[in-house]
Nanobody, 128 residues
Framework: QVQLVESGGGLVQAGGSLRLSCAAS????????MAWFRQAPGKEREFVAA????????YYADSVKGRFTISRDGAKNTVYLQMNSLKPEDTAVYYC?????????????????????WGQGTQVTVSS
């Protein structure tokens, strides 16, 4: 049984930081692309960041570029999302996802249907 468990969400003031973690179990995800998406109330799920299986390539939504950093620790089977300079509009449930080993194009990294497994989500609330 594949499981992805997100943690690290919470309530933070605007300008603050949080680090989200996504621990994978039931399968070794060292060699698979991983990503973070988010969904705010009343809005569709949107791409946040992705990282290739090797960690050599990363992709970000324009709205978070320069503020968020995605990274992975293969030994711990974990992917992280460091979020700095948080804004109220970052408030959402954040989900991690695992995709195939090879993703052909940057646009595919940003597409939700590329990913096969999803976590349950962790709430991030940024107060103004």
């Amino acid at each position: 049984q594949v499981q992805l468990v997100e943690s690290g969400g919470g309530l933070v003031q605007a300008g603050g930081s949080l680090r989200l973690s996504c621990a994978a179990s039931g399968r070794t995800f060292i060699s698979y692309a991983m990503a973070w998406f988010r969904q705010a109330p009343g809005k569709e799920r949107e791409f946040v960041a992705a990282i290739s299986w090797s960690g050599g390539s990363t992709y970000y939504a324009d709205s978070v570029k320069g503020r968020f950093t995605i990274s992975r620790d293969g030994a711990k089977n974990t992917v992280y999302l460091q979020m700095n300079s948080l804004k109220p509009e970052d408030t959402a449930v954040y989900y991690c996802a695992v995709g195939p080993r090879i993703i052909a194009t940057p646009s595919k990294f940003r597409a939700g249907d590329t990913y096969n497994y999803w976590g349950q989500g962790t709430q991030v609330t940024v107060s103004s």
